[in-house]
């Protein structure tokens, strides 16, 4: 490799990183609620903001604590959705495909409760 070419690719490189932080920066990636939809009807949108527990008809359990939020427990057979871990992300989701129950960070808080 040329000198020129070493000097281009540190270019773009650099500028790469450059436009990732700007980007972390001016768009702040964390959510102000979650949406929760089951069979693909919208459920409610609750706010991050406040600790709460969520029944979602009888089969699932969601948690809000500490501006996150996860599945507290389910009925289903594999439990994934309960080991997912905990979502606070704008686009974090948490999915139970057995109960059809999803669960996504949004950005803005719209709505707060069962709709």
Known sequence: MKKRDLLITAILLLSAILLWFGIRL??????????????????????LTKDRTILIGDTNVCEIQDGKAHMLSAS??????????????????????????VIQAVGTDTLDGVS
């Open 26 to 47: 001016v768009s702040p990636r964390q959510a102000a609620s979650i949406r929760i939809t089951v069979d693909g009807n919208e459920f409610g949108i609750f706010s």
């Open 76 to 101: 289903c057979p594999d439990q994934i959705c309960v080991h997912q871990g905990y979502i606070n992300e704008k686009g974090g989701m948490i999915t139970c495909l057995p109960n059809r129950v």
